[in-house]
C-alpha cells in the first residue's frame, strides 16, 4: 500500500469538497493533526472511521486504499490487490509482535534470575529478611506482568492450527493462558472439530494442504 499515494488522493479528494482538514476533521470527530498525518502519508485513516470518511469525500474504501477512483472495469482485481496487501501488512506486523514476544520473555527472564541472585548474595551476607523478600518480589511481579503481556502477544499475532482437521483460527486469552504448551506449541480444543491437539502457531490464517 502506497501511503504517499493514498495521502495525496485524501488531499485531493477533499479540497474537491470544498473541506478544510479541521472541517474534516470536525465532521469525523478527531483532530486536524489526524488529518494532516493521513495527508503527509504518515499514518493511515483508523479502520473504525474509515467508512465514514469514504462517505464525506464520495470515494469508496477500495479507492482509498488503491489511492486513486478504481474503474469499474478493473474493480475487482483492484479490490483484491488491495485485500492481500492488507493481510500482507497483518502478517508483516504480526512476525514483529512475535519477535517482540522472545525479546521480552528473554529480558524479563534474565532479569528475573538477576533479582534471585541479588536475593541470595544478601542472604548469604546475612542482611535483614526484606533485603531477600524485596528482590525476589519485584523479580517475580515483573516476570508475571511480562509474562502476561507476552500470552496477550501470542494469543492475537497469527494463528493457532488444529492438527486434527487443519482450521487456523484465533483462540480466546483464558484459552491460550489455560493451555499446556512446549514453545508456542499448545494443547488447544479446535472450535470447529472439538478435537483437543497440540496446535502450532502460524501467521497466516488461510491453510494451504485445505
Ligand atoms: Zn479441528
Known sequence: ?????????IAWKRKE??????????KLGITDRAVSKWETGKSLPDASIMLEMCALLGITVNDLLCGEVVSMENYNEQMENSLIEMIKQKERADKK???MEIVIGLTSSIFLFAMLAVGIIFMTLEKPIWAFIL???????????????????????????????????????KAVSLAMHTGRMRYMKCPKCGKKSWQKKVISDINPEI
Open 135 to 173: 528482590p525476589v518480589g519485584i523479580g517475580f511481579v515483573q516476570f508475571i506482568i511480562c509474562m502476561a503481556f507476552a500470552l496477550r502477544i501470542e494469543q492475537v499475532a497469527g494463528y493457532y492450527e488444529c492438527r486434527k482437521c487443519g482450521h487456523r483460527y484465533v483462540p480466546s486469552y
Open 1 to 9: 500500500m502506497d501511503q504517499i499515494k493514498i495521502g495525496k488522493f
Open 17 to 26: 469538497q470544498n473541506l478544510t482538514q479541521a472541517q474534516l476533521a470536525e
Open 97 to 99: 509482535l512475535l519477535t
